[in-house]
């Protein structure tokens, strides 16, 4: 369906006069649409009894699971959430001199009202604010209200937005499905490209052009790592499919030899590390911040959301598939190491081997997750921009995940499951209201560069409270989940990975991760103070003012549209109200942990 809608978006793009009159509009919505019968699609397959044993596509490339088919369709509706929110404009200007006299008049008028019930006297707030806008006559005003309203930074953008996105959720839903090295290879790459041309969206913006090509640089590195990994695997068992290596190793055959057992290590442990660059994973996270701060917030809900449950739900099957080979207990036989490599170990089985081997991979996965939490919390408390705040914030929840991939039980994949469903939905709605604030507070600003429609700093969240309450109180909400204050969602996907790392007796990184979220909850509760800060009186009318002169020439939900409102409520509903009825995600998780666990 996906390749489907981009081979005829990409006609459509073809030609000329069918691509001139589709507005942007319409490419959203036609976007939103696919992806919804995508998501349909899915649901209808879900229930196949075939999908239990898998059934393998394309020669065995791929295998679709229930599993697969439960993440495609949370794939598929995160995508519509986030295509829905795309900026409405009106195309049509508007001829502000004839009204623009009485409209300034009558804000004047107000103005002087206001200012008569405060503590200044009324003329010094009359002087002080409407000397930032006396420079502007009816006419001036007039003529600026009309090019702000035609002052479209994403004007025909969202073509290229919808035919990337469909390319990053083929990939993403590949790569979940893959079973061979060469397929897990083309779908990450494929999601990896349509990301870095994603970056670089708003080509005008330089800051968006240098992030795009910092992510092209040191994503090819990463990928250059996962081929290496793979390449090694390949020279030393001429196999390509997992599911055949897997069974290769794991039992008596002249192939399983030290070189080879040891070429396969070399490539576990550079493909584990590859993606976990991707995933921007202490010490491997230094592209991350710059990156999320420097694209559209557009854009960064998509790459902090969409390609991280792809590459840390594959990690999953492929730590769950290598881990389970030490269980083996059938048809043993004597490895001998090279001279000075390991001493200790003369007489090994195979599953003897591949619980050592098992136990590195821990032990970099516990490694890595210690480091996540720790720079995380810490660096993101000096962060004034609040993208690169909630970037280091992203890295310390990828410290949470890398903790529970470690443990590798029944409880910890479980545990996983809901603590990526529950990180997804809250930094949607993050990101969304803060998307949101980006349209309200630019649009009624006069911008003579090129605008991005985004909130930078944190500062400018002060006092958005006391103008859009209902927002603040769902921004306020979404940033408790994820210090993980009780009894939101947040909470309870800390509270099991903490509790499966404390039964598999991992203390020290347990008291770490308790230690962690609550110094992460203090530059959380800095992003709420500022918003319920109130400014002084001045900067207030101020912003009445602004805002008024902005209402003139058209409406605020010129450029919001409903959808984006509804679905920033779903999600907050989700997250407050989720211990009332906790059963539907709970029982679902479980059931997809227990069939990865015994598939």
Not at 225 to 239: A, K, P
């Amino acid at each position: 369906m996906i390749l489907i809608s981009i081979l005829i978006i990409l006609l459509y793009k073809a030609i000329p006069k069918i691509n001139n009159n589709l507005t942007d509009i319409q490419y959203t919505r036609i976007s939103a649409i696919v992806l919804s019968y995508a998501l349909v699609l899915s649901l209808n397959t879900f229930y196949y009894q075939e999908l239990e044993t898998g059934i393998g596509i394309y020669s065995g490339y791929f295998n679709v699971t229930v599993f697969t088919q439960f993440i495609d369709m949370c794939l598929y509706l995160f995508g519509i959430f986030i295509i829905s929110t795309w900026p409405l404009y009106s195309n049509k200007s508007q001829d502000m001199s004839n009204s623009s006299d009485n409209e300034i008049n009558n804000l004047e008028s107000e103005l002087l009202l206001k200012g008569s019930l405060s503590t200044k006297s009324s003329e010094e707030i009359y002087g002080q604010v409407i000397k930032d806008i006396s420079s502007k006559t009816s006419t001036d005003i007039g003529s600026y209200l009309s090019s702000t309203i035609n002052l479209n930074p994403y004007k025909d953008l969202a073509k290229n937005y919808s035919v990337l996105i469909f390319f990053n959720l083929l990939g993403c839903t590949l790569l979940i499905s893959s079973s061979d090295l060469i397929s897990m290879y083309i779908s990450i790459e494929l999601q990896s490209f349509s990301l870095y041309i994603l970056a670089t969206l708003i080509k005008e913006d330089e800051n968006s052009t240098s992030a795009g090509l910092k992510y092209f640089l040191l994503g090819g590195l990463a990928s250059s790592i996962i081929l290496l990994g793979s390449g090694l695997i390949y020279s030393n068992t001429g196999l390509t499919n997992l599911e055949s290596i897997y069974s290769l190793i794991s039992v008596n055959t002249p192939y399983s030899s030290n070189s080879v057992i040891l070429g396969l290590t070399m490539g576990l442990v550079c493909i584990f590390v590859g993606f976990l660059f991707k995933i921007a994973a202490a010490p491997l996270h230094n592209w991350a911040p710059d990156v999320y701060n420097d694209t559209p917030t557009i854009v960064t809900i998509w790459l902090i959301v969409m390609p991280k449950i792809s590459i840390l739900l594959f990690l999953l099957e492929l730590h769950t598939q290598v881990s389970s080979l030490s269980d083996i207990s059938i048809f043993t036989y004597t490895l001998n190491f090279y001279n000075g490599i390991i001493n200790d170990i003369n007489n090994i089985s195979v599953p003897q081997y591949f619980l050592w081997v098992s136990q590195y991979l821990k032990s970099i996965l516990l490694i890595t997750s210690f480091l996540s939490l720790v720079i995380g919390s810490l660096l993101g408390l000096v962060q004034t921009q609040i993208k690169r705040l909630l970037a280091y914030s992203t890295i310390s929840h990828i410290g949470f995940i890398l903790l529970s991939l470690s443990i590798n039980s029944e409880q910890s994949i479980d545990s996983l499951i809901f603590y990526i469903v529950s990180y997804s939905i809250t930094n949607l709605n993050i990101f969304l209201i803060i998307l949101l604030f980006g349209y309200i507070i630019n649009q009624r600003s006069q911008i003579n560069s090129f605008p991005h429609l985004d909130i930078k700093l944190i500062s400018e969240l002060k006092g958005m409270f006391f103008l859009y309450p209902c927002l603040g109180i769902s921004l306020t909400i979404s940033l408790f989940s994820l210090a993980g204050i009780p009894p939101l969602l947040g909470f309870f996907s800390k509270q099991l990975i903490l509790y499966s790392a404390v039964q598999n007796g991992n203390y020290f990184i347990s008291i770490i991760g308790i230690l962690t979220s609550v110094i992460s909850a203090s530059y959380y509760l800095k992003l709420i103070s500022v918003m319920y800060k109130e400014e002084d009186q001045t900067s207030t009318l101020l912003k009445s003012i602004e805002s008024k002169i902005m209402m003139i020439s058209s409406d605020t939900s010129s450029i919001i549209n409903n959808l984006h409102s509804y679905i920033i409520s779903m999600l907050t509903l989700s997250i407050l109200l989720f211990i009332f009825k906790s059963s539907i995600i709970l029982n679902s998780t479980q059931l997809l942990s227990l069939s990865l666990f015994y598939y």
